[in-house]
């Protein structure tokens, strides 16, 4: 028989609440190019556009299994020029937790523009992070 595990959304929210308590003083790094296969896979050529920090608490409790980031601090000047496509959260010693898109809607990372100018001011709409609720 198939493996068929399926979370409560107590559970759930248990265990998103538990990722993102990880960010904590974390940061949220912004890149172009192709995401990683993983959080576990190293960036390689990949460009990083723009870290931004986030607070502590970084996130507010999870509800259905979705932690939404509290205010993140902008990062007032970016690293590089690119198009933004995907990102990664690390803890405040620069663990990687987990990656995500990025896009201007329906996407875990919100921004006005995905385009990224170097030396400008980059700040969220939204993040989110979804616990799966079916393994």
Do not use: H
């Not at 960036?43 to 920090?53: K, P």
């Not at 803890?91 to 995500?100: M, N, R």
């Amino acid at each position: 028989m198939a493996l068929n595990a399926q979370l409560s959304a107590a559970a759930a929210n248990a265990a998103a609440d538990a990722v993102v308590d990880l960010l904590d003083g974390g940061k949220l790094l912004i890149y172009d190019g192709s995401q990683p296969a993983d959080a576990d896979t190293a960036v390689t050529d990949q460009t990083l556009l723009a870290e931004l920090t986030f607070g502590t608490p970084a996130f507010g409790d999870a509800s259905g299994g979705v932690a939404t980031a509290n205010a993140i601090t902008q990062d007032s000047s970016a690293n590089a020029t690119g198009t933004a496509t995907w990102f990664r959260v690390t803890t405040s010693e620069d663990v990687a937790i987990f990656d995500g898109s990025v896009g201007t809607a329906d996407a875990n990372l919100v921004l006005n523009s995905v385009a990224i100018q170097a030396g400008a001011a980059v700040s969220v709409t939204e993040l989110t992070y979804t616990q799966p609720k079916s393994a």
